[in-house]
């Protein structure tokens, strides 16, 4: 039996839930945190997995695959609010994210109540053209009336975030240098067993897997086009030559590409290939990769996905503008020119393909990134009174941690590490049990 490390502490949490994230929550609870939570996409959610965890009260859970966004917005603020709030307010103590949904919305409900405060200003919906955060101002605006501190009381009680993916830890950088980020983060991506692990093996196995699951389409000699050679790209390009495909990469990074072209591939812009592909993955993490006027430059039945972390990497907008749209199965559509009758397949609305498709990464590779958070929300625990952790600052799992990490998955894969001698141990200046690498040492 383990004994609560957690006790008393509201955690609140923003990604996938799948039977993976399942076993996270279990473990948090197991460690005496009291949980809520939501699935930070909105086809992501594998349904049997949300409802486990419910019929066993690991957590109160508000997700379902499908939802709409305004449904996924409202799951999200159940998910960061208790129904019976303490002296602190009705947040949690500290949140596991998943692309930073759940941190934005803190910060924007708290910028609001600053306004709100200062001459009863009131959040516009209409003053943005993003149809997600029109949808987040509008939560705001109907909740600052009701509540006008709830978000500077979630602020103010919060130890911190553990973020997991890059988009995520991008907006929490890019927070803290602007000053505005309001509590301590943790860099659970960067972790090499997070990164070098989840990022590329995981999408090696996901990616094939959501497209077989989406079009059982014969790979093998197909045209692919990996966009990004990142670690996500790298796992996806290395899983589409595997299979037989004739596959080429497109890059901005003169190092990303020297990589890519040194593993054999093929390193061209995305508009010389947009007449020959037969299927384009994106994987950047940045906006406006495939556009319309792209897309209708393609193949007939081409196929078009995307497996980073939010839906802006493929011009989805465009394509409900210009095409007819024929929904061949759920999250498996196809978008028809007018003009020429021929059309682009379309997975889970450019949404992440391997979750909306598949069931994301498997269990093993999740294992690694989940025992990650969860050394990650005990540190912040731990650390709470400490002062280790600064709130505004983003930081990093040690490296010792990280190797620990690693050491506890070699079992399950028959792995017996060498030890170092005393004398190689001195030779080296490396202790015995670690760390073995210096923090700016490149995996």
Partial sequence: MVSPTFFPTQIAGSLHMTIQTAVLIETLKKLGADVRWCSCNIFSTQDHAA????RDESAAVFAWKGETLEEYWECTLNAITWTNPDKFGDGPDMIVDDGGDMTMLIHEGFKAENAYAKDGTVPDPNSTDNAEFKIVLAIIKRTLPIQADKWHKVAKRMMGVSEETTTGVHRL???????????PAINVNDSVTKSKFDNLYGCKHSLPDGLCRATDVMLAGKRAVICGYGDVGKGCAFAMKAAGCITTVTEIDPICALQAAMEGFSVK???????TLDLVITTTGNKDIIMSEMMHKMRDNAIVGNIGHFDNEVDMDGLFKKCKRINIKPQVDKFIFP?????????????LMNLGCATGHPSFV????????????????????SGKYARGKVYTLPKILDEKVAHLHLDALGVTLTELTDSQSSY???????PYKPDSYRY
Avoid: C, H
């Fill in 51 to 54: 409802a486990a965890i419910a």
């Fill in 173 to 183: 950088y890019a927070m803290s240098t602007a000053g505005e980020l309001l509590f």
């Fill in 339 to 351: 003009d020429t009758g021929k059309g682009i397949i379309v997975l889970a609305e450019g949404r």
């Fill in 366 to 385: 999740m294992s690694n990134s989940f025992t990650n958070q969860t050394l990650a929300q005990l540190e912040l625990w731990k650390e709470r009174k």
């Fill in 428 to 434: 080296v200046d490396i202790k015995k049990k670690g």
């Fill in 269 to 275: 812009t995305l508009e010389s290939q947009l007449p």
